[in-house]
Structures are given as C-alpha cells and as structure tokens.
C-alpha cells in the first residue's frame, strides 16, 4: 500500500514538471522542429517547402542565393516579411555568421509564380568570423504562405553547409590595398535629351508638311469653266449702243463704216459665214437661204448699199446718214434675234417663280 502511494506521488511531482516546459516549447501546440525552425502545416498536409538549393561554395562577403520552391494553392501567397533587417530570421542568421543582402544595395527576396505555387529566391552574404576557409550551416530558414481565409502556415527548408574561401585565398601574401580613386562619371541629361529627340521629330515632319504644302500649292489646279460665250445680237446690240453715245465726236464716214462693220460680223456670226469678208450679194445670198422676212432683207439691201456708196464711192456723210445708219443696224440686229424657246408646261400642282 505504501509502495503505490509513493508511486502516485512521483507520477504527480512528474507531470507538474513537465507542464511548464510544455507550455514554453514553440512546437507544443502542433509544430516541429527543424533545426531551430518551428514549422507548422494544417494537419495531414506536407510542407510547403518543395526543394531547397543552396551554393556548396562561396566567397566571405560576396552574395549567394537559397533557392526555394514552395507549395501551395491558387490564390495563397508566399509571405517575405522575415527575410529583413531586424526579424527573428536575421537574427539566426547573423549568430550562424549570415546576413541578408539588404534591398538599398539592390538585393532582397524574390518571388515569381509558378503552376503549382511559387519560385522564391533569397539573397544572403556569408560572413565568417574566421579568416580562410571555412565550412559553415545556414540554418533551416521559415517559410511562410498566407491562406485565403487569412491564417498562415509555416514550413521550413533543411539546414545546408557551404565551404566559404577568404576572398584573397588565391593571392599569395596578400596585402591590403587602399581605396580605389574616383572615377569620372557621366550624368544623362534627360531633359536636354529628350528635347533634341523631339525637336528633331518635329524638324523632319515640320519639312515633311513643308514639302507637301509646296507639292499641293504646285498641283495642276482644275480651272472652271469658260463662261458661254455671249449671243451676237447682244454683243452687237452692245457695240451700237456704244457707238450711239459718240456719234457727235466721230468722223461721218469712219462712223458709218463702224456700223456696217457691227452688222456685217453679226451677221456672220448669227448664220455661221465670214461677215467681214463677204460681199453684199453674198450676204443677200445667205439672208435669202435663211429665209429672212421681206421688210428685213429691203432694209439689209438698203443698209448694206447705203455702206457700200460711203465706202467705196466716197459719198458726203452727214449726221443725219449716221443716226439713220444707227437706226438700220438695231433694226436689222432685233428683227433677226431667235425667238425665246417657250417655257414647258408645269406640272399639276407645281409652283414656279
């Protein structure tokens, strides 16, 4: 009896130690260990660490890359929150003697998607604490996927060794060496080069337009269309108006012949022969074919004798013959004008002005 009393006691005073140490361990509530990373996934489920790649060899100071390739579904996303200066991460890392390379030195993690999840790459910097070669452990590194229903769940890569060289381990005796000197820099002016490329632009299409404003301003223009030429009896009938107005200030004889010239061009134009060039029987010859009235071939005979006597004959002209040689040319001129073409009838219920 005494003996399972005992017993049950140290079963107490057992338990009562372990529970502390239960609620202090990070991976008590579901999690593992791997090497220093807690890694914690939904029960049943595999890491989402699909491969981890890291250099076997490197050189202190100089960049090298862990490679992850993470698990996951569409829509969850790989968080890099502890892959900075300051995180839990950094500070493992920087008692195994490693450092992330930091993102002003143009560095830091990279994600890219993948079909089943994504690429991660994680720059780091070894740096040994020892001068020459030396093999040392990145420790296993959390990586971290946010869910859609907005919790997280963890896995960790493997721990990996590197050989790291002293970056002067293939100089004999080497020495250290001073700041290199400054060096002559180039700044692109980016206002001054874009305004030279752009003015050019406008310089060629400014000669481009140029040049096809001078072959459009030089292009075989489409000239309207003669107006039609005037009728003879109004051109004709224009002429002895004029002649009318300066019967006081011409010569009798040269105002005569002026008034047979008139009527003799008219003429030809009005029937189609060389008026000027013809002689009064042929004239009266064409008045006959073109069937003028009897009152107007008289007063052409009359006219055109009257013309002929002061022409060739040199009869005495006085300002009487002149205004009855005016008055016979308008007379032979409105007795021979065509007709007016008689208007077409309108149709039913149209309005014309």
Known sequence: MKAVLATSLLALALASAVSPALAEDPAADGGAHVGGCVERVPAGAASPVKTAQFPEKGTAGYGVTLVVE???????????????????TAIALGKAGF?????????????KPTDDGTHLEIPLVPLPKVAGRTTMTLPAMPITVSRNRGDTFTGCTPARAIVVEDPTAQTPEATPKPNPGPEHQREVWTTLANTVRYGAVALALGLVFALGFRLWRRRPK???????????????????????KNVDAARFDAYVDEVND?????????????????????????AKARELTRETQDDL????GTADLVKFARAAVTKDDCQRALADGLRIVRTTI????????????EVRA
């Open 99 to 111: 450092a992330f390379a930091t993102p002003d030195g143009g560095a830091g993690a990279v994600t």
């Open 70 to 88: 993470v698990v996951h579904k569409k829509g969850e996303q790989v968080l890099t929150r502890d892959f900075g200066e300051g995180s839990e």
């Open 262 to 286: 008139i009527v003799r061009r008219y003429l030809g134009d009005r029937y189609g022969f060389e008026g000027l060039e013809s002689t009064t029987d042929e004239i009266m010859a064409v």
């Open 338 to 349: 065509p007709p007016r073409p008689a208007p077409e009838p309108a149709a039913p219920g």
């Open 301 to 304: 005979r009359e006219f055109l």
């Open 222 to 244: 489409v000239l309207p269309p003669p107006p039609p030429p005037r009728p003879p009896w109004e051109v004709a009938l224009d002429r002895l108006a004029r002649l009318e």
